[in-house]
C-alpha cells in the first residue's frame, strides 16, 4: 500500500495543534522541509522535542508554532545561540516558552523507553549535578542488585516524529546511513511517523540489503519525496551542510524584525520545498555537492532455497 | 571576539625546545596547541563542539598519531577531510571505523568505560572543575541562557578522566558556578572520590583546564592549580580573570610556545578561516 | 596494530579454566571452531553463556568442559533436545550440571547491561511466571514514575565472548550482515574478544561502510581467520546451515559412548578447522554453498573536503 | 514421532466447502493448516520454532498474504524462499524487509507492541492457557528438561493475543502444569484481566488453541472451550486425551478439511520432506 503523499498533506493529516513533535536528526538529516510547512499551516500550542533544537526549531519557535521545548542542547552548533528562542526563554518575548531539559542521553533514552514500552529509563548520568533539581522528571533508582542508585527518565512517545533520510520504498521501509542519531528511537515512540526522503525506490532496493533498514512501513503513516529536504542541514552522499546558513542566521535572529523577514521570504512566501531549493539557486545547490563519491562497496547475501 | 595576534612581550621556549615567539601567534592558538598536547598518550577521546573539535584534531596530526574519535553524534574512529564546524558532519562519517547510533555510543562507548578522555568547553568553571553550561543567573529566570549539557553532563561522569578548554574571565572562572552542569571534583577531592566510588562512577574526574593563559592541573586537595603559564602572560593577568585566589606552581613551568608546524596546521590545514582562532 | 593469530594463539591467551564464556550468535555465525578448540585444550569449570545453548555447547558440556549453562533456550532448534546437556541435569551424568535461566530478552538485556555498565536492566517480561522463582536473580523493579512494577535483569560479563563474522581488519573492526542476535552487546559487554572471521579485509574495505561495523577494533583482542569455521551453523552469503548435521547430532548425542566417538574423531583427531574443513569432504562443503548471489548494492557516502 | 496418514473415517467439509476426506490428510495436517486459516486477516506475526513455523508460512502463502513475519532472531517481513528447520536461517534473512539486533526485535517491535500474534508451541497447556515449556517434574530435579523459554515468557506477555499450536494427550494437556513459562489467563478471566491491567501488559492473552483433533477458543470465564472438531476425530478421543473435563460448545462445529491446495503447498513447497507433518 503506497504511503506516499504530499509534504501538505502528510502535515495536513498528521500534526495537529498542541501535539507533541519530535523532527530529529542529529545535525545530519534534519527536514526543515516539513518544519517549514509545519509553519506555513500555522500548527499551534506544539511541543517540540529534540536532542538539538538547532536552527529548525528556532525558526519554528520564532513563527509562533511553539508553547515547549523538550531538548538537551540549544544551540546554534560551533556559532553561538538560537536568538528567538532564547528572546523567547530570557525576555518572555513575546511570550514565555517552557522547557523541559536533559541531557543527549537522556533524551536518547527517553525515545528508547518510549519505543520499547518501558515505565522508565536507567542511565549513569546526573549524579551530583543541578539537572534533577531543574527537572523533577529525571529521578533516582535504586538498583535491584545491591546498594546502587542510578538515573531514570521517562518514557518520551511523540504524537509524530519526522525522519529525513536518503530513501524509502511506497510502504515507508526506510533506509539512512551516515550519522544515525537517534531517529529510530524517536519513531518506533511515536504514535505517527513521517518520513521524507531524497529518493522514493523500489522494494526490491529496500530488501536486497535488509540490514540497512532503519525504520520499517509499519510504523509509517506518510512517505513524503522532497529532495534537498533537509538543507541547510545535509543527507550523507547526496549534499553537505551549509555551514554558511548557519552562520547568517546567527545575524538574521538577533532581532524579532530580521528573523519575521526572513520567514516571510523563505517560509511563507515559497509554495513548499521545490520552490525553496529554486530560490535558493542552481549555484548555491551545486557547491553544497560532495567533491566525489564513496562507495561503500556491495555485500552478498547468497541465494537459499 | 575578535583578539590580536600580537599576545605580549617575550616568551619563546621554555626548555630549548624551538617554538615561536609570542608576538607570532594568538592566545587562542597558544591555547589550542596547549590543549592538544595534553593528550598524548591517549588512545580515545570524546570530542565535544567547538574548542575541543580544533584541539583534539590537531593532537590527531601532532602528539597523538593513533587517537580515536569519538563524536557523540556517532562516530567513531573519524578522519575528518576538513575540520567540521559542527560535531555532526558528513567528513567525519565518510572513511571513519564504525559510525553507530547515539543509543550505542552513549551505552556502550562512554557509558561502557571506553572513553579515555572527554573533552568539554563551558561557560563557567569553579577552582574544584565543576562545570556550568546551563545558565547564567537563576534557572528559572536566567540573565543568559546557555546551551544545557548536551552530553557534557554524562561525559564527565563516565570518561576516564575529563579535560576543560575554556577562555579565563572573571565571569567564567568563578568562585560559585550558578549551575552544576558537569560534576568535577565537587566540593573537594577526598568527598569527590568517596561519591564516585559509592555511586560507581567510572570517571576519575577533570585532570587539566587548559586556559588562554596557562595550563592546570589539580592537586590533591582538588583544587586547580597552575602548573604552567603561557609565554606572553603574566601572574597579573592569571589573578585578574579569576574569581578566586588560585593556586600557584612552584616552580612554575613556562609552556613550550606553538612551533611553527603546530601553527602551519591550525593556519593553513584545520582553520584557515580563522573561525576557532581569531 | 595487527591482532591476528591462530586459533589456537587466541584460545591459550584468553580462555581460562573457571572464565565465563560466551560464544554468542543466534542460529547465525556460531563459532564452532572457537568452542572447539577450547575442547582440545581441555579447559575446565567453564560457564558457558549463550541464549540457546544449540549444539556448540552440548558438545563442550559432553566434553567435560564446563560446571554450569547461563541460557535462555536450551535445544536443537527443529529437532529436539541437547542430550549430553540433558544427561548432566537429568541425570547427573557424569557430574550435575548448575543452570542459570532466562528468556532470551532476558539474556538481551544482560548482555545490553554489561555493555552498557548498567547495574541492571529493566523489561516487561516474568509477570505471573515461575521464571522469578527458579531464578532469584530475576528481581521485581519498581517505576519512579506511578505505581508500576516491570521485571529486572542483572547485568551479565563475560570474561571471553568469541564472535564470528564474515570479516574483519588485521585491527579486529568487523563486520557482518544477516542475522545479528547479541553479538554486538556480548563483545561490549565482555572483559576480552576473540572475532573469527571467514576474510581478512584491509582496513580500507571496513572505512567505505562504516555503518556495517558491529565491532570495533577497539574491544578486539585476538582475530582469527578461520574460513568455514562456523560449520554446522552458517554464514550469510557464504555457506548455509548443515541442517543435516543438525539432524544428525540428535542420534550421535543420545549415547556417551557415541557422543565420545564424535569428539574423538571429530575434535581431539583434528589438530583445527583446516584439517576438519577437509575431512568434511569438498562435496558437502560445495553443497552448502549459496545456489546463487544476492548482492546488497553499493551506497554513496560522498567525499567531503 | 510417525503417525499414519489415514486418520480416521469420514470428514469432509462441514459447509460445503470442498475439501479432501479425512483419509486424504495426516491429524499434523490438519493441525497445520487449522492454525493457518485461524491467521485470516493478521498483519504481524511473531514465528515460534516448529509447528509454529510451518503454520505461519503456510498462512502467507494462502489466507494472509499481507501477513508480516516476525523471527525472534531479528528478520522482519521474511520471504523465506524455503521452510526454514531453524528459526535462524539464511533464507528468512535474503530479500527480507528489515533484520534487527534481537535487542532492537524484542524491545521496539515485540514490548513496543507492534506484534498482532504471537504463535507458541507448549509441552503442557491447562485449561486457561497457562503454558510450561521448562520443565516435567520438579524444577530442581526435573524428570524432562525441556528447552526453557526463550522468546515464549515475553511474547505471551507482549504480542497483542496468543495463538497455540500443540498435538493433545493427558501428558500435555494438563489439569495442572509443572512450570508456568507463559502466562495465560492464570486462574481465570477475571483476575486475568485485573492483574494484565495493573501490570500494564500489551497482550489480551491467548485467543485460541490449535490441537491435531480441534480448534479451541476461550470463553468469558477464561478457559478453554472446544469449538471445532476436526473432521475424523470423535469427543471421545478428545475427551481421552485432555486431563480435565473440556468444554465443548453448541452447536460444535467441524473444522474444514485442507483443500487440495493447501495439502499440496504443504506436500510439496513447504515440507517435502514431511519433516513437520510425519
Redesign the interface.
Known amino acids: 500500500m503506497s504511503k506516499v503523499m504530499s509534504m501538505r498533506d502528510a502535515v495536513a493529516a498528521n500534526v495537529h495543534d498542541g501535539d507533541v513533535v519530535a523532527i530529529e536528526g542529529?545535525?545530519?538529516l534534519i527536514c526543515f522541509a516539513a518544519g517549514h510547512e509545519i509553519i506555513r499551516q500555522r500548527k499551534r500550542d506544539l511541543t517540540l522535542a529534540r536532542?538539538?533544537p538547532d536552527l529548525i526549531y528556532d525558526q519554528m519557535v520564532a513563527a509562533g508554532t511553539a508553547r515547549k521545548l523538550v531538548?538537551?542542547?540549544?544551540?546554534n552548533?560551533?556559532?553561538g545561540?538560537l536568538h528567538a528562542?532564547?528572546r523567547r526563554?530570557?525576555d518572555a518575548d513575546p511570550s514565555p516558552l517552557e522547557l523541559e531539559?536533559?541531557?543527549?542521553?537522556g533524551m536518547?533514552g527517553r525515545y528508547?523507553a518510549g519505543?520499547?514500552?518501558?515505565?522508565?529509563?536507567?542511565?549513569?548520568?546526573?549524579?551530583?549535578?543541578?539537572?534533577p533539581?531543574?527537572n523533577p522528571?529525571i529521578?533516582?533508582?535504586r538498583?535491584?542488585?545491591?546498594e546502587?542508585?542510578?538515573y531514570?527518565v521517562?518514557p518520551l512517545k511523540p504524537d509524530v516524529t519526522v525522519v529525513h533520510a536518503?530513501r524509502a520504498d511506497a510502504e515507508g521501509?526506510t533506509?539512512m546511513?551516515?550519522?544515525?542519531?537517534?531517529q529510530?528511537?524517536a519513531a518506533?515512540a511515536a504514535e505517527r511517523v513521517i518520513v521524507v526522503v531524497e529518493e522514493l525506490v523500489e522494494e526490491a532496493?529496500?530488501?536486497?540489503?535488509?540490514?540497512?533498514?532503519v525504520i520499517?512501513?509499519?510504523?509509517v503513516d506518510a512517505v513524503v519525496v522532497e529532495p534537498f529536504g533537509a538543507h541547510p542541514s545535509?543527507v550523507?552522499?547526496?549534499y553537505?551542510?551549509d555551514?554558511r546558513f548557519?552562520r547568517d542566521w546567527d545575524a538574521i535572529a538577533r532581532e524579532a524584525a530580521t528573523t519575521q523577514a526572513w520567514l516571510d521570504e523563505w517560509v511563507y512566501g515559497v509554495s513548499g520545498r521545490a520552490e525553496y531549493v529554486e530560490k535558493l539557486g542552481t549555484e548555491r545547490v551545486a557547491s553544497l555537492r560532495?567533491?566525489?563519491?564513496?562507495?561503500?562497496?556491495?555485500?552478498?547475501?547468497?541465494?537459499?532455497? | 571576539m575578535s583578539e590580536p595576534r600580537a599576545a605580549g612581550p617575550g616568551g619563546g621556549s621554555a626548555a630549548g625546545v624551538p617554538g615561536a615567539p609570542a608576538s607570532a601567534f594568538s592566545k587562542s592558538e597558544m591555547m589550542i596547541v596547549a590543549a592538544a598536547r595534553e593528550l598524548a598518550g591517549q588512545r580515545v577521546c570524546f570530542v565535544g563542539v567547538g574548542l575541543p573539535n580544533i584541539a583534539v584534531n590537531l593532537a590527531r596530526l601532532t602528539v597523538a598519531p593513533t587517537l580515536e574519535l569519538v563524536y557523540e553524534s556517532g562516530a567513531f574512529g573519524a578522519v575528518p577531510a576538513r575540520l567540521p564546524l559542527s560535531i555532526g558532519d558528513p567528513t567525519i562519517v565518510t572513511g571513519a571505523t564504525a559510525v553507530v547510533s547515539m543509543f550505542e555510543l552513549f551505552s556502550f562507548y562512554l557509558q561502557g568505560g571506553l572513553v579515555d578522555v572527554g573533552f568539554l568547553g563551558a561557560a563557567q568553571i569553579d577552582r574544584f572543575g565543576n562545570i556550568n553550561s546551563t545558565v547564567i543567573g537563576d534557572y528559572d529566570h536566567p540573565k543568559t541562557r546557555l546551551p544545557g549539557s548536551g552530553g557534557a553532563c554524562e561525559i564527565a561522569i563516565n570518561a576516564r578522566q575529563v579535560f576543560v578548554i575554556m577562555r579565563q574571565s572573571k565571569r567564567s572562572f568563578v568562585d560559585r558556578i550558578d549551575f552544576r552542569t558537569s560534576p568535577g571534583n565537587l566540593g573537594g577531592a577526598e568527598a569527590a572520590a568517596r561519591i564516585r566510588r559509592e555511586e560507581g562512577w567510572l570517571g576519575r574526574g577533570p585532570s587539566v583546564v587548559v586556559t588562554d593563559l596557562g595550563i592546570y592541573h589539580f592537586d590533591d586537595s582538588g583544587e586547580m592549580r597552575l602548573d604552567s603559564i603561557h609565554p606572553g602572560a603574566t601572574l597579573d593577568q592569571i589573578r585578574d580573570t579569576i574569581g578566586w585566589d588560585p593556586k600557584v606552581a612552584e616552580p612554575l613551568a613556562t609552556t613550550h610556545a606553538p612551533t611553527p608546524e603546530e601553527l602551519r596546521l591550525i593556519r593553513e590545514e584545520l582553520d584557515p578561516e580563522g573561525a576557532y582562532t581569531k
Do not use: M
Open positions: 542529529f545535525t545530519h536532542l538539538t531538548f538537551s542542547w540549544l544551540g552548533p560551533g556559532v545561540g528562542i532564547r526563554v530570557e531539559e536533559y541531557s543527549h542521553f536518547v528508547t519505543a520499547s514500552n518501558l515505565p522508565f529509563f536507567p542511565l549513569r548520568s546526573y549524579f551530583e549535578t543541578d539537572l533539581k531543574a522528571l529521578r533516582p533508582i538498583s535491584p542488585y545491591g546502587e542508585t542510578v531514570a521517562p536518503q521501509n533506509q546511513w551516515g550519522l544515525l542519531g537517534c529510530k528511537e518506533f532496493v529496500i530488501r536486497a540489503d535488509p540490514n540497512r533498514t520499517p512501513g509499519l510504523i545535509y550523507q552522499g547526496s553537505d551542510r555551514n548557519y560532495p567533491s566525489g563519491a564513496a562507495p561503500s562497496g556491495s555485500v552478498d547475501y547468497g541465494v537459499y532455497r
